[in-house]
């Protein structure tokens, strides 16, 4: 322990004197244990007392904690006091709470037990053939199915508005008729127009280039069918020895 100042004679003997009044001085002396002021007898003085319980120096923790011969086998009645005061069930041990059943709990099964279906291979492959895979005809009020057909949903019908129309037959088409004569003008016409023969011809410079000094006009009569620019695969001209290995990305 390095000290803030060294004090010599006198001073380190009042020094000492000051600062035996604190307790901290008093138990932790410096250089010795914590003293906790117990006064032991003369014999632990001299090392002939010794606290815990000897062992036989043979023993060691594994053989403890994984004994070879089974752990310790505690008596029917005390196994079952801790097993009802602290819930202590051995590993893997069934929970029984001791009660008194009326029936034999290891055949009676709990529950709504559905009837046997035999052969349900067969009937899953031939449905129609199974008495119950139709409902039941039920003889109702006609009050009550037409009261359905009206506030329900029918599949493959509209919707019954409750208006009472009668059946006008299945060419019958709502909304007012369109303009009446040979030649209609519908939406067919409106998109398309009624362009003219010679609006409906091509352009004179459909693919052809209309730019000046840019126009692919042969001088001889050979390149009529010729294509100008470089191919993007250039098949004219023969393979290098070694292909390249510049990056075009």
């Known amino acids: 322990m390095i000290k803030a100042q060294n004090l010599e004679g006198l001073a380190d003997k ?26 032991w007898p003369e014999k632990t003085e ?35 006091l801790y097993r009802k005061t602290h819930g202590n069930f051995a590993p893997g041990e069934q929970k029984k709470r001791e009660y008194e059943w009326k029936v034999d709990p290891n055949e009676h099964r709990f529950g709504y037990a559905e009837k046997k279906v035999f052969n349900g291979a067969a009937l899953a492959l031939h449905s129609e053939r199974h008495e119950e895979a139709f409902p039941k005809t039920i003889i109702v009020k006609k009050t009550v199915e037409d009261h359905k057909g009206v506030a329900n949903d029918i599949l493959g019908v509209s919707k019954n508005l409750g208006q009472g129309q009668t059946n006008r037959g299945p060419d019958f088409v709502h909304g007012i008729k ?7 003008w519908n939406a067919g016409r409106c998109i398309h127009g009624e362009p003219s023969e010679r609006e409906v011809m091509p352009d004179k410079d459909l693919g052809k280039s209309i730019k000046p000094n840019c126009r692919n006009v042969v001088r001889k009569e050979e390149d009529t069918l010729r294509s100008f620019g470089v191919p993007t695969i250039r098949t004219d001209i023969p393979n290098k020895q070694f292909r390249s290995v510049a990056d075009y990305q």
């Open 14 to 39: 009042f020094n000492e004197i000051k600062e035996g009044k604190y307790a901290s001085h008093q138990r932790e002396p410096l250089g010795q244990g914590f003293s906790r002021g117990y006064e």
């Open 46 to 80: 001299n090392g002939q007392i010794k606290f815990g319980v000897p062992s036989t120096g043979l023993e060691n923790a594994k053989d403890i904690l994984y004994p070879q011969r089974g752990g310790h086998n505690e008596p029917s009645e005390v196994s079952s």
């Open 178 to 184: 369109n303009v009446q004569g040979k030649d209609p």
